[in-house]
């Protein structure tokens, strides 16, 4: 996603809701239109997992169409009726890049073993060696067997 941490749940609801469209609008100018008939128009600057929006540089217009220009404006999740995208994004390709990112904590870390499968894996590589010199034991006990047999012919 972005440099931003984000909960497990907000993770989850990014991903499997339409909550993510806010996040590939960032740092691009929109409007979008609330519940009680009132639009704001601006730029939008920080999403949570939730669809909460900050918006910066913003132009509220109430109900009788009177533009009050603001710096930020806060926007909760349930207050969003619509929110318009731009013509130049195009939001599969937006989709795809942002679901194609690793999270910033998932990037080359490895799983930590339990101590079960430490111990299991202990146990195998040691069955593993004791099989590897009965094999060895067999071969040689084989090659004397043939040579002594060899010698007495």
């Known amino acids: ?26 740092d691009k100018n929109t409007i979008i239109d609330l519940w009680n008939d009132t639009t704001v128009a ?9 669809m909460n929006i900050t918006m ?3 132009v509220f ?8 220009p ?14 318009h995208i731009p013509n130049e994004v195009d939001v599969t390709q937006a989709l795809e890049k942002l679901f194609n990112k690793k999270p910033r904590d998932m990037k ?3 799983p930590q073993k339990s101590f079960k499968l430490k111990r ?5 590589l040691e069955t593993l060696r004791e099989l590897a010199a ?13 040579t002594s047999s060899e010698n007495t012919a």
Do not use: W
């Open 1 to 26: 996603m972005d440099s931003r941490n984000y909960t497990k749940l907000e993770c989850s609801k990014l991903y499997n809701s339409l909550s993510c469209i806010p996040l590939i609008l960032k």
């Open 120 to 124: 299991a894996q202990k146990y195998q």
């Open 134 to 146: 009965q094999q060895e034991n067999q071969e040689s006990d084989e090659a004397s067997q043939g």
């Open 108 to 110: 080359d870390k490895q």
């Open 70 to 83: 603001l710096d930020n404006f806060f926007v909760l999740a349930r207050n969003v009726k619509y929110i």
């Open 42 to 50: 601006g730029t939008i600057h920080d999403v949570d997992g939730f």
């Open 56 to 58: 910066i540089n913003v």
């Open 61 to 68: 217009i109430d109900q009788q169409g009177k533009m009050r």
